[in-house]
C-alpha cells in the first residue's frame, strides 16, 4: 500500500477497489470466442454440418451478438435464439433454440471466474470494500452477474443499464462511492477500457488506477490517459496493494509491454 500511495502520490488509505466487469474481471471476448469455436466443432460432429458452413455460421453469430447483445423489445432469450435463426439460415434454422441453449451453457462455462481470481476477491474483501461498476444494457450484465454467482463478492454493483450515467461520466463513480459511504480519493479503478474505465477515474478523482490491457489494445500511446498502474492479469492487483516501498517496480504507464495476452 505504501507503494501505491507513491505512485499515485496520495497519503490517503485505500478503502475501496472498483472492478470493471468485461475482459477485466471475466475474459468476456475470449470466452465467447471458446464457446462458439467449440459450438463450430459440434455442428460438424454431432449434426454433420460441413465444417466450412458451421464456421460461417458461428462467427456470424458472435458478429452479431457483440453488435446488439440485447434488444430491449425482446427477452434475451428470444433475441439471441432469433440471432442464431438468422446465423443458421433457412437450412439449418430448426437448430436455432437447441444450439442457443447450448451456446448459454458453454459461454458461462468459460466465462466462469479462474479459482486465483476468487482467492483474490475473497482476500481483498477482508480489507477493503468492493465494487463492480460496469457499462451495459441491464439484463446482459446482470444476467453474468448472477449466472457467475458475483454478487457474494461484491458490496456494490452497478450496471450502466440501470442508470441515468455510465462510465466514464464522474456520477457512476461517484454513485459507487455514496452506496460504500467512502471519498473518490480512497479508491481506485480497476479495467481494460482507457477511454471509460481509466480516464473515468482520473476524472472523477479517485486516488489510481489499474489498466489490464488487451489483444486489441496492448500498449498506450502518447496521447492515451495515464494510469498509475499497468498489470498483465487481475490477480497481480495484489502485488500492488501488498508490496512494500522498497520493492522492485512493476510495470508503470511509460513502460508497459504487454503483448495483450
Known amino acids: 500500500m505504501a507503494a501505491f500511495r507513491a505512485r499515485t502520490n496520495t497519503s490517503h488509505d485505500i478503502g475501496a477497489i472498483y472492478f470493471d466487469l468485461d475482459n ?14 467449440k459450438l463450430s466443432e459440434e455442428l460438424t460432429q454431432q449434426y454433420g454440418i460441413p465444417q466450412e458452413a458451421s464456421s460461417k455460421i458461428t462467427t456470424t453469430y458472435l458478429k452479431q451478438f457483440r453488435k446488439c447483445p440485447d434488444n430491449a423489445s425482446y427477452t434475451l432469450d428470444v433475441w439471441r435464439t432469433s440471432l442464431w435463426s438468422k446465423a443458421f439460415g433457412d437450412k ?16 458461462y ?47 456494490v454493483i452497478l450496471v450502466s443499464g440501470d442508470l441515468p450515467w455510465e462510465k ?38 479517485l486516488a489510481g488506477t489499474v489498466w489490464i490491457p488487451t489483444v486489441e489494445k496492448p500498449r498506450l500511446s502518447a496521447d492515451d490517459p495515464k494510469p498509475n498502474f ?9 502485488n500492488i496493494l501488498n508490496r512494500g516501498p522498497g520493492a522492485p517496480e512493476l510495470e508503470d504507464s511509460s513502460s508497459n509491454a504487454s503483448d495483450g495476452s
Open 109 to 155: 462455462r468459460y466465462l466462469a471466474l479462474a479459482p486465483d481470481t476468487v482467492s483474490m476477491l475473497r482476500q481483498l474483501r477482508k480489507k477493503y470494500a468492493l465494487g463492480l461498476i460496469t457499462n451495459g444494457p441491464s439484463n446482459a450484465q446482470w444476467e453474468k452477474v448472477r449466472k457467475l454467482s458475483l454478487e457474494q463478492y461484491f458490496d
Open 24 to 37: 477485466t474481471l471475466i475474459e468476456t471476448r475470449k470466452g465467447d470466442s471458446l464457446a462458439c469455436r
Open 230 to 238: 499497468t498489470i498483465i492479469h487481475i490477480t497481480d492487483l495484489l
Open 92 to 107: 439449418y434454422s430448426y437448430l436455432a433454440k437447441k444450439i442457443y441453449e447450448r451456446w448459454l451453457y458453454l459461454r
Open 168 to 205: 466514464p461520466e464522474a456520477r457512476i463513480f461517484e454513485e459507487a462511492c455514496k452506496c460504500l459511504g467512502v471519498r473518490a480519493e480512497n479508491c481506485i479503478m480497476i479495467g481494460d477500457k482507457l477511454e471509460t474505465d481509466i480516464i473515468g477515474g482520473i476524472e472523477a478523482g
